[in-house]
C-alpha cells in the first residue's frame, strides 16, 4: 500500500454542465491511497495519514496529483514525422504519412517506434492513449507490446485502407476484417489492453471494406471504432465525390454500420445540422484535436456549441498531425480555439477534458480518469510552478483554477515530477 501526498484534485461532476467550483472537490494537503493498481482512498492528508499508518508514504509536497492524461485520438505511426512543414490535409498524408507508415511492416522498426513514443507521452504525463495503428499487424503487435510493458491501459487497432494509398500501403476488405478479428481476439482484453475497429477514413477504404468493417463490429459490439470525419473542406468534397448517393460525410459511415455510440469520430469540424443532430442522437464521441486543426489548417472545433448540445467530447493531440506529445500543450491550444470562437474555457472544463472527460469520451469513465475510490492509479505528479515563469505568475494565484492555469499554457515535461500507471511508478 502507499499513499501519496501533495494537492488533489478529483472531479464529481462535469464542469460544463456546472460551476467549477461544484464540479470538483480540491484539498490542498491532499492524500491518495493506492493499493493492487488502484485507488483505494482520497482525502485530507491529516484523516488518511491516520487510517492506514502502515502504508508507505511519498510526499509531493505542494505538486497536484492529477490522474494521467487521457489522449483520445494519436497516430503513434507517425512520431517520427511530427511538425512535417507546409502541407495541407491530402498533402501531408500522401508527402510526410504515408511513406513513413509504409515502414512498420518491420516488427523492429514499429517497436522501436512504440516504445519510443510512450516514452515521450508517459514524460508528458499521459497514461492513456487511443491509437491508429498502420495498415500492418506488426504496427499493433509493437504497439501494445509497448503498452503492456509499462502497464499502461491503452487502446488501439490496425488502420485499415484498401484504396486512395501506395501500393506499400494497401490492405483489402477481406485481409482488413481476417487481420483485424485475429488482432482483437489476441489482444482485446488482455491486461489494460483493447482494441478499436479502425478504418482509417472513408476516402482510403472502399464500400466493401467499409462493409466488411461495419459487420466486424455487429459481431463485436463491445469493441469502440474510430475513424476521422469532417477534418477539411477538400476531404469532404472527395467524400461526396467516391459516395455520391451519400447525404453527407457521416451518412457513408452510417450506411456500413459504422456510426453508434461507442463510435469516435476524430476531428468532427465542419458538421452539417443534420450531422450534428444524428451524432448526438447515437451519441457517438467527436474528438477535439486542437493543435492539428490549427497545424494542418483545417479550422475551429465547435466546442461551445457541441457541449451545448449535449455531445460526448474528447481531447486528443492527433500526434503526428498535432505539433505537440503533450496534453498540457493541448490544453492550451483547446483554450485558444476557445478564444476564436468566442467562448474561453475555464482551467476546470480544460482539465476535465484531458481527464475524466476524455475517459467519458472513450467509455471508460468508470476506470480511468478521476482521482476516486474504486478508479484504477493512473496518476500525474504535477509542479505548478515548474519555470520560473510559471512559478512567477503562479506565486500570484488566488485559487487552484488560477495556480493551474500558468501551466496548462506554458507547461511541458518538466511540469512532470512522477506518472504511475496501474499504481506502479514508471518515474
Ligand atoms: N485523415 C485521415 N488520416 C489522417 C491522419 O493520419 N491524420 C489526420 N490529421 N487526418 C487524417
Ligand atoms: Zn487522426
Redesign the pocket.
Known sequence: MEILLGQTLTFTNDPFKTSPDTAATHHERGAVVIENGKILAVGPAADIGEAYPQAQVTDYGNALISPGFVDTHV?YP?TAIIASWGKR?IDW?NSY?FPEESRFGDRAYADRVANTYFDLVTATGTTTTVS?CTIHPESVEAYFTAAQSRGLRVLGGKTCMDRNAPDTLVDSAQSAYDDSKALLKKWHGVDRLSYVITP??AP?STPEQLDALGALWGEHPELMMQT?IS?QHE?IAWVQDLFPKARDYLDVYETFGLARDGALF??AIHLTERERDRLREMDASLIH?PT?NMF?GSGLFDMAGLMETGHRIGLAT?TG?GSSFSMLRTMAAAYEVGQLSGTPLHPAQLWWLATAGSANAIHLGDMIGTLAPGYEADIAVIDLASTPAIAQRADRAEDLWQALFPTIMMGDDRAMISVWAGGKKLF
Open positions: 497516430h507517425q490535409l498524408l504519412t491508429y482509417r477514413f482510403t476521422h477534418e476531404e476524430g476531428h484535436c492539428s494542418i492527433d498531425g
